[in-house]
């Protein structure tokens, strides 16, 4: 049986989803003089710097842009992050990765920033499937799927153009 790729988010559209999802944000932080955009490495990661360029366009929020590596096959080894806790302690951050799907890789970082004092902590993900195993959510989502299990969505953010795709 050949697996069939459908097309779910166009160059196009991730493109405004990433804009509405900069927005967002800077709605929930407008008071905010700083902002830790964090993201999940690799995918999440991309979809942060990519939202902190449009975040950095809209807004004077000084923003700063932290790697996070979640082991994904050992979730509960030591999460890494670029920056150390000390430049996001009593800071607004966004956790963002690029899907969520059974939430474990979200709630093992959401989980790592939770041992930190933080001012205000969102999570934000380009696209929202209904298979969650763990009680997590985003509060920034680009859009919001119900797939089979057997379903996988594949976003490409690393060139352009940019897509998200389901096979």
Known sequence: MAL????????????????RIAYQIYESNVNETELVIAGIESN???????IKAHLDKISSIESTLCKVKVNKTKPTDPILTSIPKEEYTNKSLVLIDDVLNSGG???????????????????????????????????????SL????????????????????LD
Not at 127 to 143: E, L, M, Q, S, T
Not at 146 to 165: D, G, I, R, W
Request: glycine share 4%; aromatic share 10%; charged share 25%.
């Open 4 to 19: 069939t790729k459908n097309t779910i988010l166009s160059h196009k559209e991730i493109e405004h989803k990433i804009k």
């Open 44 to 50: 999440g990661y991309l979809l942060a710097r990519k």
């Open 105 to 143: 890789t979200l709630i093992y970082g959401i989980k790592h920033f939770l041992d930190v004092p933080l001012k205000q902590f969102k999570t934000a993900v380009l696209v929202n499937r209904n298979h969650k195993k763990y009680p997590v959510k985003a509060d920034f989502k680009g859009i």
């Open 146 to 165: 119900s797939t089979s299990l057997f379903e996988h969505v594949h976003v490409n953010l690393s060139k352009q153009p940019y897509e998200a795709y």
